[in-house]
């Protein structure tokens, strides 16, 4: 699903119900976090796939802070936040740098715990 941002300019998007499905399988993708250090604390999935990289480093480091699995484009990338506006901020961001495969998690963790997986937690 494509969804209008700030300048209507699209951005590719899925549910936190398709992302749970994907957790479930063996698909390659990396699951791009951009909240900070501290809120992991209050919620986290659970899964090799997730790389933690702070919206206050993508914005001191840019691209640099990301890991080779992203940079590399060989893999989906699907980005979440806490609701899903970092996420969705991060995810334009990329997309206009032209980095292909990347997408916003609609809802972020907390609608993946409300929805999918409760045991992640909430805040």
Same mark, same amino acid.
């Given at each position: 699903?494509?969804?209008?941002?700030? +300048?209507?300019?699209?951005?590719?998007?899925?549910?936190?119900?398709?992302?749970?499905?994907?957790i479930?399988?063996? /698909?390659?993708?990396?699951?791009?976090?951009?909240? +900070?250090?501290?809120e992991?604390?209050?919620?986290?999935?659970?899964?090799?796939?997730?790389?933690?990289?702070?919206?206050?480093?993508?914005?001191?480091?840019?691209?640099?802070?990301?890991? /080779?699995?992203?940079?590399?484009?060989? #893999?989906?990338?699907?980005?979440?936040?806490?609701?899903?506006?970092?996420?969705?901020?991060?995810?334009?961001?990329?997309?206009?740098?032209?980095?292909?495969? #990347?997408?916003?998690?609609?809802?972020? #963790?907390?609608?993946?715990?409300r929805?999918?997986?409760?045991s992640?937690?909430?805040?």
């Amino acid at each position: 699903m494509l969804r209008p941002y700030r +300048e209507k300019i699209m951005y590719p998007e899925i549910t936190v119900a398709e992302l749970g499905e994907k957790i479930k399988s063996e /698909e390659k993708f990396v699951l791009l976090d951009v909240r +900070e250090p501290s809120e992991l604390n209050h919620a986290k999935i659970a899964d090799n796939r997730l790389e933690l990289v702070p919206m206050s480093q993508l914005s001191q480091l840019g691209v640099k802070a990301l890991p /080779e699995a992203v940079r590399s484009q060989q #893999i989906p990338v699907y980005v979440l936040c806490h609701h899903g506006s970092r996420s969705a901020q991060a995810t334009m961001w990329l997309i206009r740098l032209g980095y292909k495969n #990347i997408v916003n998690v609609s809802g972020g #963790i907390d609608a993946y715990a409300r929805k999918v997986d409760s045991s992640v937690g909430f805040y």
